[in-house]
């Protein structure tokens, strides 16, 4: 027996290893390892059990108390493990049953899917073989209604012209739901279900439980008598247009998620286009039997008709057309039949938005137009042509086009326009009086000219357009012209009052027989002619006072030469501050002046241009002023008020003293028996208003300068024509009238403005604007610098031996070695014979056999090195630009002596 019993302990221990021994080897095997570790641990322990058992036989019997304790703790340990085991297993089948239950829902997701895509498949399927919209409409829902199991679908289109929704096919169960609605898609109660929402957004509109949802409350008894729990409305859209609407309703709440709203959404679209394709194929052969139909009638009224015609259905094709339309555009009905209606006669209008038939489509009734058309073979035909729709059953078919052919009119209009516009384009006034002299046309010159309008000239007299003193002169051209025509000069009178010359020609207007009808005059106001040629006679005296300036401006140069030079060198020889030499500076100063004075004859006459720099104008006013006084009668009261930190402005010091001399001298003129003169500077900010009532003028800081008088003042006549060249009010041998011009001439050059402001018996005053120079930094004043010298050798020629041998000494005291020549011929002789021996030449223009461009032209042949400077006191064929093209290094005006020359010489030389 104990045999026995070893026998199956030692078996059973064995099976439970190997059992131990397979669990472990599925925990590596299975996701759930720590339920089969538990397992597996279980059965071990059930081997030790076992194995403490077996053990027990062999060992005595006072460790019973032992052994059964570590066999009942064993048996608690395998008790619980077996029991974690079972249920993490446990655990393991109910993560199976959900997986199953996943897949299941995928499959039923599936075969969901699969219906809508059925669905959407055999409408796709109906609409291709089916060409009825209403049945088209009907089974459509009914595919819907069968393979998704919608309790109710239907298709509403909207009613042309209204809001309204019209149902137009149906399926499901209806039971009468429609009849007992109303649905539109306006803003109204009706007008906010899901139908109208989806129609007025173009997009799908959903509610997923209607009985809850507010919007659907006009409906929502009706609906949930029939079942109906939730509504989806998708609108049926074809380009731009909405056709309406398919509307799904089903028994259950939340029945429509994003994937069936899609898959509806696009069954919807092909829905639309196939509705739209059936209704444009019927329209299309609707009105292809209605043309047929009146063909026959339309060919008898064609045929009849004296106007070429055809028809034109709405794809522009020519339908027919009659015998005369053949005649004018080269086809014959045969081949226009079928063709484009451009292709047989087109016009500008076509292939735009004037085309006939657009603009019948778009809702005119008739059309009238004139318009060249172009035929199949090239010609231009002018027609008139109407144009109205063909209608059939109250829809238009097409349009009928009627034209006549008015070249003969067309070409006798031309001629009448080519005249009437050759008439009313000339820019010479054209009248034509009747014999009694009343005005029966005039052109648009005519009344520009005079000031009165068409409306107001016709039917007057021609002398209502001349001054009373005319009307002889009148009288005597228009006997002139009834006998052969009349040339001459009349004044007229604008509507203004305003008086004005015109040169007339005046013929006679005769009908076939040579019978006199009336009479024709061409008039042109020569009020410009008359003031050229006063100009012209202005600008040959100022071409006269230029050309005597420009004449005078060498001799007088020369004159200055010797005054400024002496001076200069007597200056150097006298101690500083003997009174001797302060008479000396001023005579300087004035030879100064006088230098200036000439260089401003020169610009006047377009010698040479005036010098501008950054300048203080309050040195030169009270410069001026110093003059003036000495000059000035004592009963004129001199006033001045001139500020101290007046602006910078950029101009000639020259030209400034000027204005002020010119400016004083007339307020001197106008108070031969005394009065106040009043000067005053001072800075001003002008403003927009102020700058557009002053040509030329901007809104900016400005330096004015103000003379006033209290003279005798000048009428309003006089004050219009103060700055016109040569007048005056001076008497013979006071003025030459060129003071005021002048004045205005060189503040309108430096950028400023004059104004003026007079009344008779209270005086004048003037006020000159100049801008102030934006940059302060220009204005800084020049540095005075010793006069360099130097040891170089120079040769001076110069015609004038006192010119020429003040040069020498002033150079001389500047170190210089210099040799003089008097004429450029020995010059020449004296440079070919000594070449090296000169460092620079200083030669004059203006000489005998000679000139001094041609003197420095041999010169630079010799030797092209050489520098060489220049002087005239004027020339009309040299230039400063073109003196430096010919190799001449520095061109100065007369006269330059003392630090300028010795300045200039030395620059030259250190080039």
Known sequence: MLIYRIIFLSLSISLQIAAAICAFRLISLTKKKMAWLFISSAILLMACRRFATLLGIFVPSHGELLRWAA??????????FMLAGIVLIAHIFREKLRAEEDLRNIKNRLEYLNDILMAVWNVNQLIVRQRDVHRLMNEACEILVKTRGYRFAWVGLVQEGSYRVIPRGQAGFEDGYLSRIKIT???????????GRAIKSRKPFVMQDIKRDPRFAPWVEEALKRGYASSAALPLITGERVLGALNVYAENPDAFDDEELRLLTELAGDLALGIQSIEDEQARKQAEEALLESNDRLQSIFEGAGDAMRVIDNEFNVVSANNTMAELT???????????????????????????LKRIQGGEQRVEIETVKSTADGRQVPVRGIITPLLQGGKMQGIIESFQDISERRRAEEQLRLFSHSVDSSVDAIAITNLDLKITYLNKAFAKMCGYSREESIGKQIAFFHPEDQIQKLEAAVKATMESGWTGELVGKRKDGEIFPIAVSSSRVTDDKGNT??????LRDITGRKKLEGQLRQAQKMEAIGTLAGGIAHDFNNILVPILGFADLAIWNLPAGSKARENLNEVVKAGIRAKDLVRQILAFSRETEGERRPIQLVPIVKEALKLLRAALPSTIEIRQNIAPDTGVVNGDPTQIHQIMMNLCTNAEHAMLEGGVLEVSLANVELDEEFCSKHKGLTADSHV???????????????LTRIFDPFFTTKGPGEGTGMGLSVVHGIVKSHGGDITVYSEPGVGTTFQVYLPVVKSLAEA??????????????????????VVAEIGRETLERLGYCVTTRTSSIEALELFRAKPGEFDLVITDQTMPHMTGTDLAAEILRIRPDIPIILCTGFSHVIT??????RGIQEFVMKPIVGAELGRTVRRVLDR
């Open 330 to 356: 080269g086809l014959s009905k045969e081949q226009a039949v079928g063709m484009k209606c451009h292709a047989q006669l087109v016009g500008d209008h076509c292939r735009t938005e004037h085309c006939f």
């Open 71 to 80: 066999a009942e703790g064993i048996a608690l340990i395998i008790s619980g």
């Open 185 to 195: 898609w306006d803003d109204s109660e009706h007008g906010k279900g899901p139908t």
């Open 704 to 718: 004015r300068l103000t003379v006033g008088d209290t003279g005798r003042g000048m009428d309003k006549e006089t």
């Open 517 to 522: 009808i009336a009479l024709m005059a061409s």
């Open 880 to 885: 400063p630009e073109k003196a430096r093209a």
């Open 780 to 801: 800084r004043p020049e540095t005075v610098e010793p006069v360099p010298g130097g040891t170089e050798s120079i040769l001076i020629v110069d015609d004038d031996a």
